[in-house]
C-alpha cells in the first residue's frame, strides 16, 4: 500500500504570504492520480487539485499543484483569509484511496 | 444544484450495527461511483470504500480495516447510497462523509477523485 506523508505538519503563516505544501508517497503514483483537499474546521472536505496540476470547479487561480513520480506540492500563491484550513493529499491505486495525514495553515 | 446528505448516524455499542444513508441530487445518481471516507475526531481522513455504478459492474471495493464488516450498496430507484456497519468497533466512531467520484483518462490510465461530499454523519460507538 501507498503511504503518504505531508509535509511541514503545520505551517504559520501571515495573510499576503507564499505557501508551500509537501506531499511525499512511498512509491511513484500516476501523476494523474494525486488530489489535493481543503478542509476548514467543521466543514466537509472540500476538492482543490485533481491529477496533480488541474484546479477544481470554482478555484481561483492562487492555488497550483505540481510534481511527479514521489514528490507533489501545493502552493497557495498569496494567502488570503479564507485560506487557513487544513490541507490533504490523495492517491489512487490499486482499487484504493490514501490520504497523507494532512497539513495544517494556520495564521502566524 | 449537486448535493449529498447524510443520515443515520448514532451511538451504537461495539458489536452493533448501524446502516447509514446518502441521499443524492442534482446529478445523474445512477451514472456515478460513490464513496465513503470517515474522518476519526481529531484526526485525518480514512477512506472506507467505493461502489460502481451499475453499468460498470456495481462492484465494491473495500479498505483493510473494514473489509468484511461493512457493506457498501446503492438503489439507483431512490438515489441513494448506503453504508451497512456491523461488528462495530470503538475505532469505527467517526464522522462518515458520502462522496461522489470524479474521474478521467490520463492517455489509457484512469484516474479518480472526489468531486461532491456531503456534510457527515456521526457515528459514536461506546459501550
Known amino acids: 500500500e501507498i503511504v503518504l506523508t505531508q509535509s511541514p505538519g503545520t505551517l504559520s503563516l501571515s495573510p499576503g504570504e507564499r505557501a508551500t505544501l509537501s506531499c511525499r508517497a512511498s512509491q511513484s503514483v500516476s501523476s494523474s492520480n494525486l488530489a489535493w483537499y481543503q478542509q476548514k474546521p467543521g466543514q466537509a472536505p472540500r476538492l482543490l487539485m485533481y491529477?496533480?496540476?488541474s484546479r477544481a470547479t470554482g478555484i481561483p487561480d492562487r492555488f497550483s499543484g505540481s510534481g511527479s513520480g514521489t514528490d507533489f506540492t501545493l502552493t497557495i500563491s498569496r494567502l488570503e483569509p479564507e485560506d487557513f484550513a487544513v490541507y490533504y493529499c490523495?492517491?489512487?491505486?490499486?482499487?484504493?484511496?490514501?490520504f497523507g495525514p494532512g497539513t495544517k495553515v494556520d495564521i502566524k | 444544484e449537486v448535493q449529498l446528505v447524510e443520515s443515520g448516524g448514532g451511538l451504537v455499542k461495539p458489536g452493533g450495527s448501524l446502516r447509514l444513508s446518502c441521499a443524492a441530487s442534482g446529478f445523474t445518481f445512477s451514472n456515478a461511483w460513490m464513496t465513503w471516507v470517515r474522518q476519526a475526531p481529531g484526526k485525518g481522513l480514512e477512506w472506507v470504500g467505493r461502489?460502481?455504478?451499475?453499468?460498470?459492474?456495481?462492484?465494491?471495493d473495500y479498505a483493510a480495516p473494514v473489509k468484511d464488516r461493512f457493506t457498501i450498496s446503492r438503489d439507483d430507484s431512490k438515489n441513494t447510497l448506503y453504508l451497512q456497519m456491523s461488528s462495530l468497533k470503538i475505532e469505527d466512531t467517526a464522522v462518515y462523509y458520502c462522496t461522489k467520484e470524479g474521474s478521467g483518462w490520463y492517455g489509457a490510465l484512469a484516474y479518480y477523485y472526489m468531486d461532491v461530499w456531503g456534510k457527515g454523519t456521526t457515528v459514536t460507538v461506546s459501550s
Open positions: 491529477g496533480a496540476s
Open positions: 490523495q492517491q489512487y491505486g490499486s482499487s484504493r484511496f490514501t
Open positions: 461502489v460502481r455504478s451499475k453499468t460498470d459492474g456495481g462492484t465494491t
